[in-house]
């Protein structure tokens, strides 16, 4: 029996693409909403608040459109997922209904929520939602977001969702029923019941997408969502749609990923996980040490170089004097304005090109090190 899952207060569920449509992903199969909405009722039941994050929006857009296969091209995902999430949203709230429980659709870009204004928003948004007894239905928004549908994985935006809202347990809901120590289709492959070092993990054969040929996650996403809600001490759990509310009752079912110790705040693993960078800073070596070392903000005259476009509020990778990136951060400048500050300290910044220039390049509250 797992005390940790059958008590969780604070639940986000995360489910594949795959748990969701039929072969190929040629069609949004109601019965398999239908059965993950009465797991999450009976949750909510207990008194649990619950989250959920769906894939299949691009799935279920794919047979109105007449597609056969998940599209490669970007604008055909995003045409696809425009159609699909209507059809999602809908069938979530017919179902949810059934038990007098309201759903709401919220639409996110990881990129969106890394600013610190957007995600101290989304965090009041989905409280507020939770303290009203709803449950937030969750996807990126695939329809305009760009690098997120090429990475292509709601796993790890599950995963960022927990630290969020600080969920006690991430459950991430797969066609394949468990984390094995080799492929699931090999004989003799063993399922691994609980995971409480990562590095155990490694040698160990991890597959790609899914079965059914819609998802674009796979097992090393699962585990790196893992780590991911590790990092902020939230456990996570495995398992398959058919023994979601087994798993959720505590038996001993899928892989249990415990816990581990909070070293970052959430935003700060918001931060590091779920930015990319869109610029590059190069410190010199008294700079790369004062910020391993001592966690300061960066100062225009510990940077070298400035490499890239981007506008301030963006996210930067810090380029230590050895070329390795030690850090990532949010900037306070556009790049075109970082040239003629670079190796000037702030207050000659102000004297010449005034008092908005005497201030750091990245605040140390909007750094983490990498």
């Known amino acids: 029996m797992r005390s940790e899952i059958a008590t969780a207060k604070r639940i986000v569920i995360k489910i594949g693409s795959s748990s969701l449509t039929g072969k190929a992903g040629q069609f949004l199969d109601p019965a398999a909403v239908d059965s993950l909405v009465d797991v999450v009722a009976a949750a909510k039941k207990r008194g649990a608040e619950v989250v959920v994050v769906t894939s299949g929006a691009i799935a279920a857009g794919l047979a109105p459109l007449g597609l056969k296969e998940r599209p490669r091209d970007l604008a055909t995902q995003q045409a696809a997922a425009s159609v699909g999430q209507g059809l999602l949203i809908h069938r979530y709230t017919e179902s949810f209904a059934r038990y007098a429980i309201t759903a709401s659709q919220v639409l996110l870009t990881t990129a969106d929520v890394v600013r610190r204004s957007h995600y101290q928003s989304a965090q009041r948004t989905l409280s507020k939602l939770l303290s009203l007894g709803v449950v937030p239905v969750i996807n990126e928004n695939d329809s305009v977001g760009t690098g997120e549908i090429r990475f292509g994985d709601n796993d790890r935006l599950s995963a960022l969702v927990s630290l969020l809202i600080d969920a006690d347990l991430l459950v991430l809901v797969s066609d394949i029923d468990a984390l094995y120590d080799a492929p699931p289709s090999q004989n003799g492959a063993k399922r691994i019941s609980e995971v409480t070092d990562f590095s155990k993990l490694d040698g160990i054969e991890i597959g790609g997408a899914g079965s059914a040929g819609v998802g674009s996650g796979g097992m090393v996403t699962k585990i790196e969502a893992a780590r991911i809600a590790a990092s902020n001490g939230t456990a996570m759990l495995l398992t398959s749609a058919q023994n979601l509310s087994a798993a ?32 590059k800073l190069y410190l010199d070596a008294g700079a790369t040490k004062a910020i391993v070392e001592r966690s300061v903000s960066l100062l225009p005259a510990g940077v070298t170089k400035v490499e890239g476009n981007f506008e301030a509020g963006d996210s930067v990778d810090l380029v230590g004097h050895d070329g390795k990136v030690i850090a990532r951060g949010l900037v306070n400048f556009d790049s075109d304005e970082i040239p003629q500050m670079l190796g000037r300290s702030t207050k000659e910044l102000a004297a010449t090109l005034g008092a908005e220039f ?13």
């Open 358 to 370: 005497e201030r750091e390049l990245v605040h140390r509250d909007d750094l983490v090190i990498l």
């Open 248 to 279: 959720l009752s505590g038996d001993e079912v899928g892989t249990f990923f415990h816990a581990g110790k909070v070293t970052k705040s959430a935003r700060l693993l918001w931060l590091a996980h779920a930015s990319s960078a869109n610029g």
